[in-house]
């Protein structure tokens, strides 16, 4: 939904800050520990991405919270899965991981499918889906090896 609102260029700068968003949320789960050089590293990159992004002339608000709740929530989900597979008494191997998490993927994928609902779906699903499932094969290997590099 982002995209609709904001310009790639922008949002990609956006996604700079999601080191610092899985770094504040893995200082608070514990997984990291801040320190004075590390805080210095934060700053010179929240000032290089905000002198960045505030030349954007045509800025969204509604585009801005889209893009940016969606980091928060993929930022957990990265934390998440450090937690669970490093330290949270599972011991899952990548493929468990995977399996794990993406119920709850669908879930809220579905929350968001069902809230934008828009008729026409059904048809570009039956126009699209020679593009849409090799997507959702290569996204299912991106999960696998997030979970493996984890």
């Known amino acids: 939904q982002a995209y609709l609102y904001c310009n790639v260029t922008f949002l990609q700068f956006m996604k700079e800050a999601n080191v610092i968003i899985a770094f504040l949320i893995s200082c608070a789960a514990g997984l990291q520990e801040m320190s004075g050089v590390r805080l210095g590293i934060l700053v010179w990159i929240i000032m290089g991405s905000a002198m960045a992004v ?78 849409i499932l090799p997507n959702a094969c290569l996204a299912f290997v991106m999960n696998l090896l997030v979970a493996t590099i984890i």
């Open 54 to 131: 505030s030349g954007e002339v045509h800025f969204v608000l509604h585009g801005f919270l889209f893009q940016a709740v969606s980091q928060l929530a993929e930022c957990m989900r990265v934390v998440m899965g450090e937690v669970v597979l490093k330290g949270g008494g599972l011991n899952l191997d990548p493929l468990s991981y995977t399996l794990l998490i993406a119920p709850a993927c669908l879930g809220y994928l579905l929350v968001g499918v069902a809230a934008t609902w828009n008729p026409a779906i059904p048809q570009a699903l039956a126009i699209w889906w020679p593009y």
